[in-house]
């Protein structure tokens, strides 16, 4: 069984920054690719960054330029740095790897 547990979520000001973590159980990020999911307020779960195991990353239109995937096999644990937040970017995140969610971390943007 594997669990994620993602971290860095809260209140931040449009313009601002935030580095949301997700730490596994196990080395899964070393042997699968990953990938972060938002859900917003009455909308479906959608991906926004995906990173495989060579490294190569894709990111949504909507995060491309502002948004940074990447991770830390030494730590199992990834990362999604995000700048320049934006209100619409106000969304609960998850971390993802094959069948297996974290529990989502809040992220609001707002003055």
């Known amino acids: 069984q594997v669990q994620l547990v993602e971290s860095g979520g809260g209140l931040v000001q449009p313009g601002g920054s935030l580095r949301l973590a997700c730490a596994a159980s196990?080395?899964?990020?070393?042997?699968?690719?990953m990938g972060w999911y938002r859900q917003l307020p009455g909308k479906q779960r959608e991906l926004i960054a995906r990173?495989?195991?060579?490294?190569?990353?894709n990111y949504a239109d909507s995060v491309k330029g502002r948004f940074t995937i990447s991770r830390d096999n030494a730590k199992n644990t990834a990362y999604l740095q995000m700048n320049s937040l934006k209100p619409e970017d106000t969304a609960v995140y998850y971390c993802?790897?094959?069948?297996?969610w974290g529990q989502g971390t809040q992220v609001t943007v707002s003055s």
């Open positions: 993802n790897v094959l069948d297996y």
């Open positions: 196990t080395t899964i990020f070393s042997i699968h690719p």
């Open positions: 990173i495989t195991l060579g490294g190569s990353t």
